[in-house]
Nanobody
Framework: QVQLVESGGGLVQAGDSLRLSCTASGRTASSYGMGWFRQAPGKEREFVAAISWSGQSTAYGDPEVGRFTISRDNAKNTGYLQMNSLKPEDTATYYC?????????????????WGQGTQVTVSS
């Protein structure tokens, strides 16, 4: 199993940047894809970004293309989500997810392991 802990959320103004981190522990020697999802109150969980084990393959949800960048440092067992030009509609709880395998995965139901979430609030 792998355990995930997110950090880096907070309250920012529109146009600001934040970098979220997701640190994995447990069985991290096996390859695993990582993803970021978000959920706003009253809305369904939404795909944000995903990255393969090697970091060479990435995918983004439509609203995030060009503003968000996903990356990872396997030596530190940590994944990152750099968020630039934040908008009030980016306000949500952001979750990190992991699934064993070398690829990346787009659907929430494809991930077995989840962090507890970190809150991102963007004021206008």
């Amino acid at each position: 199993q792998v355990q995930l802990v997110e950090s880096g959320g907070g309250l920012v103004q529109a146009g600001d940047s934040l970098r979220l981190s997701c640190t994995a522990s447990g069985r991290t020697a096996s390859s695993y894809g990582m993803g970021w999802f978000r959920q706003a109150p009253g809305k369904e969980r939404e795909f944000v970004a995903a990255i393969s084990w090697s970091g060479q393959s990435t995918a983004y949800g439509d609203p995030e293309v060009g503003r968000f960048t996903i990356s990872r440092d396997n030596a530190k067992n940590t994944g990152y989500l750099q968020m630039n030009s934040l908008k009030p509609e980016d306000t949500a709880t952001y979750y990190c997810a992991a699934q064993y395998g070398g690829s990346y995965y787009l659907g929430a139901d494809e991930y077995e392991y989840w962090g507890q979430g970190t809150q991102v609030t963007v004021s206008s």
